[in-house]
């Protein structure tokens, strides 16, 4: 059974920095992709930067590049999205998915993918 948990949301400053984890069980990250993607009140899901299964490649959409990055430890089978420079606009309920093939399309279209966890809240004020 495919299980992704993320964790590590929480309460931060502007300027502030969080990491959140994705934990995965029940697939391998040799062989899917992970994607993270956000969903703000009375917004549309939108996807915010995937690793690659098959090179460790990542990429980022516009909106956070250079500020947030994705790694990934395999032996943990966790995957982490490292979040710098919040701002207010970046406060969403933040999910990661698992699918064998995520692209950049993917990340415009905020989907779809195979497996979702239940998302983290990460909440950006003073």
């Known amino acids: 059974q495919v299980q992704l948990v993320e964790s590590g949301g929480g309460l931060v400053q502007p300027g502030g920095s969080l990491r959140l984890s994705c934990a995965a069980s029940?697939?391998?990250?040799?062989?899917?992709?992970i994607g993270w993607f956000r969903q703000a009140p009375g917004k549309q899901r939108e996807g915010v930067g995937y690793i690659s299964s098959s090179d460790d490649n990542t990429y980022l959409t516009n909106v956070v590049r250079g500020r947030f990055t994705i790694s990934r430890d395999n032996a943990k089978s966790t995957v982490y999205l490292q979040m710098n420079s919040l701002e207010p606009e970046d406060a969403a309920v933040y999910y990661c998915?698992?699918?064998?093939?995520?692209?950049?399309?993917?990340?415009?279209?905020?989907?779809?993918?195979?497996?979702w966890g239940k998302g983290t809240l990460v909440t950006v004020s003073s």
């Open positions: 998915a698992a699918d064998e093939d995520i692209t950049s399309a993917t990340m415009m279209f905020g989907g779809p993918a195979d497996y």
């Open positions: 029940g697939l391998s990250l040799d062989s899917y992709s």
